[in-house]
């Protein structure tokens, strides 16, 4: 199928649930995230920074931008003008650069952000445990925070077949993500998301849960690894 074909049909299956899109456009070159583009998306998720500043550059500046990768502390200052989300907050040293870059920059909306929440039985998955992000929370640091909003969890599942250790896995997000919501979110609206799940298992994120998924080969193809 086309891309557009491939969003449309996402678009399809998603549509009687709380769960968004996000087109994982990672080695893929901009001609084919401007075809996403045109068939309507608007909401995109890189991993690396230099990738994304360089097409930040040259595609339509309405896109929704998300950090999907690991992202170190002095590499926040290229992005935090025009990033909409990152979803790989893991520390609080990383989440006060955030904050510091987005007050410099004088932006009118904060950044969004996610606490991701280690859950795969990898450890070269990055990730806090879910009693870090309470910490973090509960910090004085994170209270004096004013241009971050922190929007909900993000996990990576465990790359297998089993769709029973799967499914265990994105319980546990969930799970971290209620524990956050009803101790220090309980009154705030915009805490709502749960991202998790991609193009091998994003069905069985959404049935656990799963308020945004993150899909890159299930839309664009293959990846190009030569550029990873």
Known sequence: MSIKENILYF?????????RLVAVSKTHPVERIQEAYDAGHRIFGENKVQELVDKYAQL?????????GH??????KYIAEFIDTIQSVDSLKLLIEINKRAEMFGRTLPINCMLQIAIADEETKYGMSCEEAEALLA????????????????????????????????????SCFDRLKSTYFFASDY?????????????????????????????????????T
Not at 71 to 76: C, E, I
């Open 11 to 19: 678009d399809q299956q998603l549509r009687q649930t709380p769960c």
């Open 60 to 68: 339509p500046h309405d896109i929704n931008w998300h950090l999907i």
């Open 71 to 76: 992202l170190q502390t002095n590499k926040v």
């Open 139 to 174: 910090s004085e640091e994170y209270r004096q925070m004013k241009h971050i909003s922190i929007t909900g969890v993000m996990g990576i599942a465990t790359n297998t077949d089993n769709e029973s250790q799967l499914r265990q896995e994105f319980q546990n997000l969930r």
């Open 191 to 227: 805490f709502k998301e749960i991202s998790m799940g991609m193009t091998s298992d994003w069905a069985l994120a959404v049935a656990e849960g799963s308020t945004m998924i993150r899909v890159g080969s299930g839309i664009f193809g293959a990846r190009d690894y030569s550029k």
